[in-house]
């Protein structure tokens, strides 16, 4: 069954922490990407990558960092940088091909700051 | 600036009664349009793609449609089950694979 898993779906973190959120995916898409959702916002990119060991800022990248070592897996790294960590973390990927670029989300992870 | 507005923001429907939702949109030059569906407390479930202008999609009870300036997701005789949060986001030609611009979503509620 192919698709996208986001662990672990529930995160706490006490402040100064560094926590990672893991994403992996069996679709073999090429791109992926980390968006964060806050109550009445819209979704914002915070990272992506089109290609292995190859990765962009996106819009809000201050305080996260991120490797893409293998194509299936695309992980997250909140850092104590980040002053307002608490969100909702999406993780997508994409085919990205000519024909077709939509993506597909994971089921999420929620980040807590106890 | 490229951007998505929806709305409304939250719209109550009784069982049955057929309404639509909007997207409107300001980018330079549009690649692709999308639709989602987001329950709460999960990733946002792909609907459809549409990519110029007098195109259509349809997908059970719903129907997207495009304009040069706007989308709107008709959904018609709703049930209890289509209620959830759908997201419209664009993606600008030229710009990078990451740039798919969201709006914030309209909350829809059918009621039995």
């Known amino acids: 069954d192919g698709g996208i898993t986001q662990s672990p779906k529930y995160l706490f973190r006490k402040e100064g922490q560094n926590v990672t959120l893991s994403c992996e995916q069996n679709?073999?898409?090429?791109?992926m990407y980390w968006y964060r959702q806050d109550p009445g916002q819209g979704l914002r990119l915070i990272y992506y990558?089109?290609?292995?060991?190859?990765?962009q800022k996106g819009d809000i990248a201050e305080g996260y960092s991120v490797s893409r070592e293998k194509k299936e897996s695309f992980p997250l790294t909140v850092t104590s940088a980040q002053k307002n960590p608490t969100a909702f973390y999406l993780c997508?990927?994409?085919?990205?091909?000519?024909?077709?670029?939509?993506?597909?989300f994971g089921p999420g992870t929620r980040l807590t700051v106890l | 600036e490229d951007q998505v507005t929806q709305s409304p923001e939250a719209l109550r429907l009784q069982e049955g009664e057929s309404s639509s939702l909007n997207c409107s949109y300001t980018?330079?030059?549009?690649?692709?349009l999308f639709w989602y569906r987001q329950d709460p407390g999960k990733g946002p479930e792909f609907l459809f793609t549409l990519y110029s202008a007098g195109e259509e999609k349809e997908k059970e009870r719903l129907k997207a449609t495009l304009t040069k300036k706007e989308s709107f997701l008709h959904i018609t005789a709703p049930k209890p089950e289509d209620s959830a949060t759908y997201l419209c986001a664009v993606q600008a030609r030229g710009g990078s694979q990451g740039n798919l611009i969201f709006g914030k979503g309209t909350k829809l509620s059918v009621k039995p």
């Open positions: 980018v330079s030059g549009l690649r692709g």
């Open positions: 997508a990927s994409s085919p990205r091909s000519a024909s077709r670029n939509e993506q597909f």
């Open positions: 990558s089109q290609i292995v060991n190859d990765f």
């Open positions: 679709l073999n898409h090429d791109a």
